[in-house]
């Protein structure tokens, strides 16, 4: 990689203007050391940042950017919206498209409510249940991450696991206790959550692939027993599909693993990295959202034409055969490769993999939590993660992230990745 002057005088001004640099934590590069690079475009597979370095991208804006960046029809789609109007204050076919195409792909999405952030999907969820229930309390799981709403900043995943701030200064301690926290992959823990709150727990929300531990796989069989144990305790089971909506098969991946959840929260994909997020659900939930039911929620730029019209674009475009097939096989490309390195470099360490999304840890034999990902050797990942940025390769600056596999991703594109990964464990096994 050539100089990087540009990122670093631009890291220096925005410290003056923007907490911390950034305007969310994690791109910081707070778990790795070091100045982070300042972006100044992407295409395809690549981004380019401020001094004109090209880097092969799996950041991929933290999974929006499953087509590659700024798709050209994609890109086409949102010029020719913006000649149209950035938004109007008033509903539009667009979001009414959206919203079809939406509950067309996700059996219990009989409605849906788009809003702008996955953070906001989780609010809404949150207070559907709550009221649907009549119920306070909430179960989460350890290292899983619903965005930054209060009740969901417990024993956080993605930042907060990175910062090692899992609980977030500013909730009240009163919120805070209303929600439990279970052990992913560990339905004895869900139990005794529920036994602790008897008639209190209004949902167990889960993201039915885990990756803001880094990529954890539900175990065979764990979300269903999930969605028995909220349905017996009269709970509602709130899947978190901001990630894997649509990035492991056109749709919800829970509803691909025999669950059915009650809500289920989407958001990245479906805005083709526009602002965006959405939750879904049966009418007897959906429909307590005002102005039909009681429940408020509302958003100024919720479904707005330009993330709307990109989303569409998006879906209609992975919609088109071979999609989940071509991502499957490069995820798999990738796994084997870099699980290979790992054998060759005599790197402890493993590799989670759920079709385009994967995480390789270092440290642990084996990731089926919270517990087990802490025990990683984040020292050595940092090292690792800058010796890939000398080798031009862009993966999640934390240990604790899922790499996001594109469809602009060639073998090639993999296959120097997996070499540089090797060259990249050597180094930082050097210390
Ligand atoms: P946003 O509010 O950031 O749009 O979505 C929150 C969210 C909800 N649910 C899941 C499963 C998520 O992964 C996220 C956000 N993901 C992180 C990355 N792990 C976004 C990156 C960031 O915070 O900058």
């Not at 009221?131 to 993605?158: E, M, N, W």
């Not at 696991?161 to 823990?189: F, H, W």
């Not at 990295?273 to 408020?296: H, Q």
């Not at 470099?345 to 999304?357: E, I, K, Q, T, Y």
Request: proline share 6%.
């Amino acid at each position: 990689m050539a100089a990087n002057t540009k990122s670093t005088d631009l890291f220096t001004r925005a410290q003056k203007v923007i907490p911390g640099a950034v305007n969310s934590p994690v791109r910081a590069w707070k778990g790795v050391g070091g100045a982070p690079l300042f972006v100044e475009s992407a295409r395809g597979p690549y981004l380019f940042d401020a001094d004109g370095n090209r880097f092969i991208d799996f950041v991929a804006s933290y999974g929006p950017a499953i087509l590659g960046h700024a798709h050209p029809e994609v890109a086409k789609a949102i010029a020719e919206q913006a000649n149209s109007g950035f938004g109007f204050g008033a509903p539009t076919r667009l979001e009414v498209e959206l919203a079809e195409l939406i509950s067309s792909a996700v059996r219990c999405a009989e409605r849906v409510r788009l809003v702008s952030s996955g953070t906001e999907a989780g609010m809404t969820a949150l207070r559907l249940a709550r009221a649907a229930t009549g119920r306070p309390a909430i179960i989460k799981f350890d290292g899983c991450y619903h965005g930054h709403s209060d009740s969901l900043l417990v024993r956080a995943g993605s930042g907060g696991m990175t910062l090692a701030v899992p609980d977030s200064a500013g909730v009240p301690a009163e919120l805070a206790a209303l929600t439990m926290v279970a052990t992913y992959n560990d339905i004895e823990s869900v139990e005794d959550c529920f036994k602790a709150n008897p008639g209190r727990v209004a949902a167990v929300i889960v993201e039915p692939v885990a990756a803001n531990m880094g990529v954890v796989p539900p175990s065979q069989g764990f979300l269903p027993a999930v969605a028995d144990l909220a349905h017996h305790h009269g709970a509602l089971l709130i899947c978190d599909e901001v990630i894997t909506g649509f990035r492991l098969n056109f749709g919800a991946a829970s509803e691909r693993m025999g669950v059915q959840p009650d809500l289920v929260m989407l958001g990245k994909i479906i805005g083709g990295g526009m602002p965006v997020g959405a939750v879904a659900g049966p009418a007897r939930y959906l429909d307590l959202l005002a102005p039909k039911g009681p429940v408020y929620q509302a958003g100024t730029l919720s479904g707005n034409p330009l993330s709307v019209r990109a989303g569409l674009e998006t879906l209609k475009i992975l919609q088109r055969p071979g999609t989940y097939e071509r991502l499957e096989a490069a995820g798999a490309r990738m796994e084997a490769g870099l699980s290979s390195a790992l054998a060759n470099c005599d790197a402890p360490g493993c590799v989670n993999r759920v079709g385009s999304l994967l995480t390789m840890f270092l440290g642990p034999a084996q990731v089926r939590n919270a517990e087990e990902a802490r025990g990683s050797d984040t020292a050595k990942f940092a090292r690792f993660f800058h010796a890939l940025i000398d080798r031009n390769i862009n993966v999640p600056p934390s240990q604790f992230e899922a790499m996001f596999i594109s469809l602009a991703h060639s073998d090639d594109d993999i296959d120097l990745t997996i070499a540089a990964a090797h060259d990249a464990l050597k180094q930082a096994a050097r210390g």
